[in-house]
């Protein structure tokens, strides 16, 4: 019988270490911030049976700890509870930066609670999330699934758990500012563009805008939408290697000045190229002049060998030339415009999408 029961206990310790590394390998794949703070919960909670979770972080502005994703709780109790340092087990926890096991939360006095939350499992176990000797947050989860208490063990457990997720966390927020100073120099970048050719002014971030829009309506996901509107800010960067007698000219372009013009993606993929962070950006700013027919520039990519990006931002650059002024032509209707896009769909653009933005576009009475 001992042998039986200290096998299973060794299952069991397996199965924990299979979930932790698990948790390691999801949340450091995680993409976004939000997406990393509920993957945490999930996994947490998963790992721990319970079926409540919560992950508090502190808000340094409004100075209380925040949830930012939860399991098992009311839309009305992650909006109403907020902790000020100190206040509750949570605000202990933080400030304190040890563990609290709690046998029965409902009893216990440095319990506070703002909402009336039913709990059959009255064991509760808050953990601090440390970054170098630094507390940032609270991991928190109750209501076991088997109603039994949870253990001195399990509570070790939990510390492992947060630990991991507050490096990720740590991590990614690092990232995240990295990230917001990138964003800066594209649009840096998008206005310089925008500056030195007047006649064409607002156009990046106009394309910008309709490809998320765009995108959206095709269902992209988050991360590819975000890929999608950050290059088409810069989709014409290569254009600061073209000269201002042929960039600025009034008029249509002869055949050796449209060569030169040409070689702005290739440009536009030099400058870029050289910034990790940018390098999702790469085939959408290369190669958005390809044509569906092959006919394009500047590798002469035909169908689906041109990147979904910049399909996408093909048909959004070339419908906001044509809704837009400029020197050497009289701006176009929308149904001007939409009877040019039906005209090359097929040739120029792809087709599917082209009928999926002609349905779009019909819908939105602004564009």
């Known amino acids: 019988m001992k042998e039986i029961k200290l096998q299973r206990r060794l299952d069991e310790l397996v199965k924990i270490i299979e979930d932790l590394h698990r948790f390691n390998i999801l949340t450091y794949q995680a993409n976004r911030v939000k997406e990393l703070y509920k993957l945490i919960v999930e996994q947490t909670t998963n790992i721990m049976k319970t079926k409540i979770g919560s992950l508090m972080l502190y808000n340094p502005k409004k100075n209380r700890l925040e949830i930012v994703a939860s399991r098992g709780l009311s839309k009305e109790v992650v909006k109403t509870t907020s902790l000020l340092p100190g206040e509750g087990i949570a605000g202990r926890v933080f400030v304190e930066g040890d563990a609290i096991f709690c046998e029965d939360i409902e009893k216990d006095r440095r319990f506070k609670r703002k909402s009336h939350v039913k709990y059959y499992s009255k064991s509760f176990i808050s953990v601090p999330l440390k970054v170098r000797n630094k507390v940032i947050g609270v991991l928190n989860i109750n209501n076991k699934k088997s109603r039994k208490p949870f253990t001195v063990e399990e509570m070790k457990i939990l510390t492992v758990i947060a630990d991991e997720a507050a ?131 500047p590798l002469g990519l035909k169908g689906e060998q041109i990147p979904l990006g910049a399909r996408i931002i093909s048909i959004c650059d070339a419908w906001d030339a044509m809704t837009s002024s400029r020197p050497y032509r009289a701006t176009l209707s929308k149904q001007e415009a939409i009877k040019e896009l039906k005209k090359y769909s097929g040739i120029q653009f792809d087709p599917s999408l082209v009928k999926v933005f002609l349905k779009f576009i019909q819908r939105k009475k602004n564009l």
């Open 167 to 297: 490096m990720t966390i740590e991590n990614m927020q690092l990232l995240k500012r990295i990230e917001e100073a990138y964003i800066e120099s594209i649009q840096t970048l998008a206005k310089v563009v925008d500056e030195r050719m007047p006649s064409t002014r607002g156009h990046s971030r106009r394309v910008a805008e309709l490809a998320f829009r765009f995108g959206r309506e095709l269902e992209l996901d988050e991360r590819f939408l975000f890929i999608l509107k950050n290059a088409a800010l810069i989709h014409d960067i290569g254009k600061i290697g073209i000269p201002d007698k042929i960039l600025l000219k009034p008029y249509k372009l002869n055949p050796k000045e449209r060569k030169i013009i040409q070689k702005h993606p290739a440009i536009g993929e030099t400058v870029i190229s050289r910034a990790e962070f940018f390098k999702d950006f790469v085939p959408i700013v290369a190669f958005h002049h390809e044509w569906w027919n092959g006919k394009g520039y």
